[in-house]
């Protein structure tokens, strides 16, 4: 079945370490995997994202690694800030349709940054 | 560029009554589009994928006749909450992705309806 699972659910890191979430996904064919952050009541944002021919990107202190192998994917944020605190998920594409493959997401990491 | 709109941001109803969300591409066609459902501290979770000038495809579990969504032109999605019920209350929330970027594009969210049903 179609399925992205995420970890893990909380995450509390001294402000300047690093922070990691992990995810795995079920469908071998995914070739999409985007990361979003999301403030409370607020729409998700997309923070990067990579594709299956990409082992690795990097934007900033943000970088994201994928395992097509293993079917995992994580992220990883460096010398972590205040503002880095907020709920993250992971997604993947799972193939629908022709001219949109439909995002399932992963079930979210609160990452909160102590001062 | 690529701005989903979505409208109202937030609203209250009675039970039984029928609430009426809309999404809105700006600045992009969107054959498709997607509505996702969130309830309070948990995932995004995908209800129905919107096609344009055709059938929604609902994810499994969620009740078309319920949650009736219609995709009448290349930039307007609506999904109706008929006869709501106070357990229908979350946060819905609707994307597209701009055509001609292939498969497995980011989605681009409209800044979702907070739904209080009474």
């Known amino acids: 079945g179609e399925n992205v699972e995420q970890h893990p659910s909380t995450l509390s890191v001294q402000e300047g370490d690093s922070a990691v979430i992990k995810c795995t996904y079920s469908d071998s064919a995914s070739n999409y995997f985007p990361w979003y952050k999301q403030e409370l009541g607020k729409r998700p944002q997309l923070i990067i994202d990579i594709r299956s021919n990409v082992g690795e990107k990097k934007d900033q202190r943000i970088a994201v690694t994928l395992n097509k192998t293993a079917k995992h994917f994580s992220l990883h944020i460096t010398e972590t800030q205040p503002e880095d605190s907020a709920v993250y998920f992971c997604a993947a594409t799972f193939s629908a349709y022709s001219s949109a493959s439909k995002i399932i997401f992963g079930s979210g990491t609160r990452l909160s940054i102590r001062p | 560029g690529a701005v989903v709109s979505q409208h109202p941001s937030w609203v209250i109803c009675k039970s039984g009554t029928s609430v009426k969300i809309e999404c809105r591409s700006l600045?992009?066609?969107?054959?498709?589009m997607f509505w996702y459902r969130q309830f309070p501290k948990q995932s995004l979770m995908l209800m129905a994928t919107s096609n344009e000038g055709s059938k929604a495809t609902y994810e499994q579990g969620v009740e078309k006749d319920k949650f009736l969504i219609n995709h009448a032109s290349l930039t307007l999605s609506t999904l109706t909450v008929t006869s709501a019920h106070p357990e229908d209350s979350s946060f819905y929330i609707c994307?597209?992705?701009?055509?001609?970027?292939?498969?497995?594009?980011?989605?681009?969210f409209g800044n979702g309806t907070r739904l209080t049903v009474t």
């Open positions: 600045d992009f066609q969107a054959t498709t």
């Open positions: 994307s597209a992705t701009p055509p001609g970027q292939g498969m497995g594009s980011p989605l681009h």
